[in-house]
């Protein structure tokens, strides 16, 4: 099988997310999904460093390009530890999840 190579496509986020808040509504919808979106973008950057296209990680998980969409899209899926730690074996990764103490307040 010829190897996939994987060219990310240009995103500035910062300059997406400065316009997007501007929005009404956005911020407060944005903030409440805050640790999906960094699990999420942990996700995406793995397998970018990996040199992975979604259909070589699905190919690797046993599963379909769709299913790593749907994983890798913050918000529209609650993947579980199982799901996770499969993703992070077939990007060259290991999962790792801690509980952080609160700030006080």
Not at 18 to 37: I, N, P, S, V
Not at 46 to 68: F, N, P, Y
Request: charge should be positive.
């Amino acid at each position: 099988m010829a190897e996939l190579k994987y060219k990310p496509v240009a995103h500035d986020h910062n300059a997406f997310l400065t316009k997007a808040r501007a929005r009404k509504g956005f911020a407060e919808a944005y903030d409440a999904l805050e640790l999906e979106y960094q699990v999420a973008n942990q996700m995406l950057r793995a397998r970018s460093r990996a040199g992975l296209t979604q259909d070589a990680v699905a190919e690797k998980m046993g599963t379909t390009k769709s299913a790593i969409s749907r994983l890798e899209s913050a918000g529209k899926h609650t993947p579980s530890l199982a799901t996770l730690k499969r993703y992070a074996q077939a990007v060259g990764c290991e999962l790792q999840v801690k509980l952080v103490r609160q700030k006080a307040t």
